[in-house]
């Protein structure tokens, strides 16, 4: 059973018993489309744990955690992938996977690979003022964009966050209305234009059939 999303976000996800041959070390924020790729594709070769979502908001953790998370598990996988982009570290997981002779999935963040690496960079000049949100961000929202930045309990600051930004990007992994609604209500909330972006997996996929 996939835990909720709060406990994603707080705790991430364990792996079970070892029983594949390569251990996939992923954001929480991922889960789900992880699993839902391993079950579509049969790829029973491939185990995976997660680390807190929430990390997204403390990015200085990622590279750490992964360490100790390939310590942890080093005698139990004869490989390890990391299902993280460079996520904010400044090429710190980049350097640690070199390192420790672990290859990660390519591009700066979630919203890349998602996108596509080449169609987002194509986009990159024009797309500045826009804000991103994946399935997982739209459905905890509040737990990452709103509670975080205080919004909350001052809503006044939201054109001091959000005032240089033109639209939300809804980055669909699936086809989900409630989900579209949703990020729709998000856009409204932050003052910004909608935009919904059916990209499915993106590149993510590709990177894990390559395994």
Known sequence: MIPSDAELTENGLDTDTPRGRILLIACGALAREILDLKAANGWT??????????????PEKITDAVRATI????DDYDDF????ADCGTGGGLQAAC??????MVAGP????????NAAFAAKMDEEFTSFYL???????????????????RHPELR?????????????????????TEKARKCADRLGLK?????????DLTEALKAL
């Open 81 to 84: 992938f990391v299902v993280y």
């Open 71 to 74: 310590a942890k598990h080093r």
């Open 194 to 202: 909608f935009e919904r972006r059916l990209t499915g997996y993106g």
């Open 98 to 103: 070199d390192e420790l002779g672990v290859k």
């Open 45 to 58: 070769h491939l185990d995976l744990t997660c680390l807190p979502a929430k990390y997204h908001l403390y």
């Open 109 to 116: 963040h979630c919203y890349s690979f998602f996108e596509g």
């Open 134 to 152: 994946t399935d997982f961000l739209v459905r905890q929202f509040d737990a990452f964009i709103i509670k975080p930045m205080g919004l909350d």
């Open 159 to 179: 054109d001091m966050y959000f005032g240089n930004y033109e639209k939300l990007v809804y980055q669909a992994q699936t086809d989900d209305p409630e989900l």
